[in-house]
């Protein structure tokens, strides 16, 4: 066949009448039907893929948090008010159908705790109990456009990218945005320096939360200028935010003796002071530094409490993914059966405690006692069996270049 005679095989277009033409083995097809029979795929993948709702809302609340528990150790009252909202979050979507129903307003979260109290844990969690696409950001590296950083719309290609690019399934997904305390307004008093990395990212996070379509370069945006962007609606994407806000209980302080001082006042409930995050309230986060439209935002505000001595043990042993059950799983791997003296756990839970690092201090410790071992062990073939008795975990413990533990 001549060239002048080469016809699209789907349209019938002569070449001259296209921009492109591809050549097949017994055919060609024009760049006009290329992009129709991509949309057409499109369409039908979105048709048969699985419905996020209905997965989702066979979980209730109560077995939301049943989930929760075997993961989580403790923070009952964030667990239950997270679960309510992801619910809440869930049945929103599918109540959309409707177009005579009353609009239900977005409930994204905003958990305050302190550092490895457990925030990044729920969120992973319940990512991981709804089976959609889940992403962590670091607000700290976030910065204004056109500073150095990443852009806000970096979140959603992080999202796009944990879809493996099914845009559907992205619009559903849930992204927890991490150090949101770090994005604080600095200071009241007005500067001659921009505040990049605080209050104007605050600024842009806001269309992403409340509902918009945005444009979200697929790969990034700074490193692929020239890529095609991908308009995401973030209406049904259930954003978690969680800050360790150090300073807020200063705050809650301040306001919580406001209320009780005076020549007549009386305390009418007993303050715990050692867990001031539990009163905390949304002029709180604006006197830390959060802006109202942000705070406005975030309607769902849960607490997380500081980690005990009795909670710190139990995250220790008992959750599904435990440190001791982590490492024990790692001796099984090379024929060795791995065991620890109940002492040696109240070691590692008093050292932490020390550390004041919430359950990551539990890490760091198990580490400095267990990393002599797991170097020795996998090259020692006869030996079947180790135990961890207090003489060895203080020894290694004074070995290890951890100079804050100090063991008695």
């Not at 667990?79 to 599918?94: E, Q």
Request: proline share 4%; hydrophobic share 40%; with cysteine.
């Amino acid at each position: 066949m001549s060239k002048d005679k080469i016809k699209c095989s789907f349209c019938g277009k002569n070449k001259q009448d296209t921009l492109v033409l591809v050549a097949g083995i017994n055919g060609h097809i024009c760049d006009e039907c290329i992009e129709q029979a991509q949309g057409i795929i499109k369409e039908e993948l979105s048709e048969k893929s699985p419905s996020f709702e209905s997965n989702q809302l066979k979980l209730k609340p109560v077995e939301i948090k049943e989930h929760l528990d075997q993961y989580v150790i403790g923070q009952e009252e964030a667990k239950k008010t997270i679960a309510v909202a992801v619910y809440n979050h869930y049945k929103r979507i599918a109540q959309e159908i409707g177009s005579d129903n009353v609009e239900i307003e977005k409930s994204n979260i905003l958990m305050v705790g302190e550092t490895g109290t457990g925030k990044t844990l729920i969120a992973k969690t319940i990512a991981k109990i709804l089976n959609v696409p889940f992403c962590i950001a670091d607000a700290t590296v976030i910065t204004e456009a056109g500073y150095v950083g990443e852009d806000v719309e970096s979140i959603l290609s992080r999202l796009l990218q944990a879809a493996d690019y099914n845009e559907a399934a992205t619009e559903k997904g849930i992204v927890f945005i991490d150090e949101i305390d770090k994005i604080a307004r600095k200071s009241d008093n007005p500067s001659i320096t921009r505040d990049v990395s605080g209050e104007g990212v605050q600024q842009g996070l806001l269309k992403l939360m409340e509902g918009s379509i945005v444009n979200v370069p697929p790969q990034g945006g700074r490193k692929h200028p020239e890529q095609k962007l991908i308009p995401i609606n973030t209406k049904n994407i259930l954003f978690i935010c969680g800050g360790a806000f150090d300073g807020l209980e200063k705050i809650i302080a301040r306001r919580l003796k406001t209320q009780i001082i005076g020549y007549r006042a009386k305390e009418t409930e007993d303050i715990d002071r050692e867990n001031l995050f539990q009163y905390v309230t949304p002029p709180d986060i604006k006197g830390f530094g959060l802006i109202p439209e942000l705070i406005g935002r975030l309607p769902v505000l849960s607490f997380l409490d500081p980690l005990d001595r009795e909670t710190l043990r139990r995250i220790l042993t008992e959750p599904k993914n435990s440190l001791i059950k982590q490492y024990t799983s790692l001796f099984e791997l090379d024929g060795v059966k791995l065991s620890f003296d109940d002492e040696v756990l109240d070691l590692i839970v008093d050292k932490a405690l020390e550390f004041k690092l919430g359950a990551r201090g539990l890490r760091s410790i198990c580490e400095a006692i267990m990393l002599d071992i797991m170097f020795e062990i996998p090259s020692k073939k006869n030996i079947k069996e180790v135990t961890i008795d207090m003489a060895l975990a203080k020894k290694k413990l004074q070995k290890s270049s951890i100079k804050k533990l100090k063991v008695a």
